[in-house]
């Protein structure tokens, strides 16, 4: 589905103006028809005939799984793609005649289920894939789980203690592989709970990560940001010119008021935003990341993020007011600043020496 994706926005692409609005209708709806039938088609070879089989072992693992918040979710998950899978199969049983208008449209109605299945089938598989590797192997006694948890809190106030690595586990605990560095020595430890926080613990130490991995909890799925969203269904992106294209506007101006309108563009607000309003969604939006962490540094890196949002939504306004500004100025750039000419004059024509006598 990735694959097809990617293909499908590479045609997309070709269908669409500088500022990314689509001007040729016909060949963007010839794209997404033939994406929707390479998904049947992808779906029908690799994973209809196995898919109740799925459903049937991630269902029989989550069962077995120790009680934490997102169990409901995940297993809302697997009752969604259950229901998609039937659509499916209610489909493929009685598919459309090959090459009749029906077509495109029982494989646009799938084009949902099939995105469903692309975008959450991941749970699936991997609580299907947690078998025996959801208990620590060899757990720590607590007298050694004391020692090697002073160790590393030792080396964190020291800034020795090299975070490389983070999954949560099944319980829904976060796990953290990290370096402890002593005396330039350096040792492969395993950490349980948030390192910034109060109350983590070392629950084990490793030669390489290899080892680690075969000894620790299996990771589990992460999460979202937004439940929402979908990677194969995007919003058509709003039309937006680019800063780069803004500043050359800006270079081949001869009027203020030229030059003003393209950095009113940076500013505008609204549906077709300017770079300047996209960059402040973008630090919220990075802002909404960091605190969804729900870890003290993610809580800290978040109020920054604010804050520098804040600091760009006023340097946009003081962007907007000055271009204003430059605008009613109703002024044009001197001649004197003449352009240079590109091309330089060819030659005079000579014609060439003869070394012919004459007679």
């Known amino acids: 589905m990735a694959v097809i994706d990617r293909e499908t926005e590479t045609a997309l692409d070709m269908t669409r ?32 005939p196995h898919a109740d089989a799925l459903l049937d072992a991630a269902r029989r693992a989550l069962d077995e ?19 998609s899978a039937t659509e499916i199969r209610r489909a493929l049983d009685r598919p459309a005649a090959p090459g009749s208008q029906a077509e495109p449209a029982q494989h646009s109605a799938l084009w949902p289920h099939l995105t469903a299945w692309a975008d959450h089938s991941f749970i699936a598989s991997n609580l299907a894939d ?8 060899a757990p720590l006694t607590e007298e050694e789980q004391r020692m090697w948890t002073e160790r590393a809190q030792a080396a964190q106030r020291r800034g020795e203690l090299e975070l490389t690595e983070s999954w949560y586990a099944a ?17 492969l430890v395993a950490l349980r709970g948030d390192p910034d926080a109060p109350g983590w613990q070392v629950i084990g130490h490793y030669a390489h990560e290899y080892e680690a991995g075969q000894s620790l909890p299996a990771p589990v799925p992460p999460g979202v940001l937004r439940a929402d969203v979908s990677g194969f269904n995007r919003p058509e992106p709003a039309p937006e010119i ?13 009027h203020a008021g030229d030059a003003s309108n393209a950095l009113l ?14 960059l402040q969604e973008l630090l919220e939006t990075s802002s909404q990341f960091a605190s969804a962490l ?51 004059p060819c030659p005079t024509f000579r014609p060439p020496y003869s070394t012919r006598p004459s007679w």
């Open 17 to 48: 103006d500088r500022c990314g609005r689509i001007v040729h209708a016909s060949a963007a709806a010839a794209a997404r028809a033939q994406r929707d039938k390479a998904a049947v088609e992808a779906y029908t070879t690799h994973l209809a």
């Open 65 to 83: 799984l120790p009680p934490t918040r997102h169990l409901a979710a995940w297993r809302a998950v697997l009752d969604g793609l259950a229901a």
């Open 130 to 137: 947690q078998s025996d590797g959801q208990h620590h192997k």
């Open 171 to 187: 319980d829904g605990q976060p796990i953290t592989l990290a370096h402890l560095v002593e005396d330039d020595d350096s040792t």
């Open 242 to 254: 680019s800063l780069q294209e803004l500043t050359r506007d800006v270079v081949e101006a001869h």
């Open 265 to 278: 563009s940076a500013t505008q607000r609204g549906y077709d935003a300017g770079p300047m309003v996209r």
């Open 294 to 344: 729900e870890t003290v540094q993610g809580r800290q890196i978040a109020a920054r993020f604010s804050a520098i949002g804040r600091q760009v939504e006023f340097l946009t306004r003081e962007v907007e007011e000055a271009a204003e500004d430059l605008g009613a100025t109703v002024a044009v750039l001197p001649p004197h600043r003449t352009p240079v000419l590109r091309v330089r």
